[in-house]
């Protein structure tokens, strides 16, 4: 790589990843096949996330002077770079996937805004729901009422009618 892609490399990762990502996940790649690797990129972007593989000198130098610098200390050895927009997609992705191949992919660490997080940190963020959850038991807690209102409200014109139906039976018989 030429040194005008590294400035590019570098200033991308400060500007678009560490500076914008809320949630970041660093992790070690011990020999993930073509096969795999590509499993991990395509369920980390159908969940909103991304994964790349990047120099660790490069991404030290990007997280010079940026709040996010303690996370420089976590880049060695053949890692991987992964982010969301969502705070908990990343970890419960890359969480996920270490589950599957733990001999080839240890979770390092990560942070979240500026707070740095060693793994464990990182599992019980990948344990908490995701925004998407979250708005979905929002609405069942806000519809709730409303079901049993109208379960409520309808209740009293089903019995009338009921009591309408047995007495047209009975002037029948």
């Not at 990762?13 to 020999?31: I, R, T």
């Not at 969480?95 to 990560?110: D, I, Q």
């Not at 729901?129 to 409303?146: F, H, T, W």
């Amino acid at each position: 790589m030429d040194r005008a892609r590294k400035r590019e490399v570098v200033a991308w990762l400060k500007e678009e990843v560490f500076s914008k990502a809320p949630a970041l996940v660093v992790a070690h790649n011990l020999g993930l096949t073509v096969a795999e690797m590509t499993d991990l990129r395509n369920r980390m972007y159908e969940a909103g996330g991304m994964v790349k593989v990047v120099k660790n000198r490069l991404a030290k130098i990007a997280l010079a002077d940026t709040p996010r610098e303690g996370l420089a200390e976590i880049f060695s050895g053949p890692t991987v770079l992964m982010w969301s927009e969502d705070p908990v997609v990343a970890p419960k992705t890359a969480v996920g996937f270490a589950k599957e191949h733990a001999e080839k992919f240890v979770v390092l660490g990560g942070m979240l805004e500026e707070n740095l997080l060693d793994e464990a940190g990182v599992k019980a963020l990948a344990e908490l729901p995701s925004l998407d959850e979250l708005r979905a038991k929002i609405i069942g807690v806000i519809q709730a009422p409303a079901q049993k209102l109208a379960s409520v409200a309808q209740a009293p014109a089903g019995q009338l009618a009921r009591v309408l139906a047995a007495r047209g039976e009975q002037e029948a018989a």
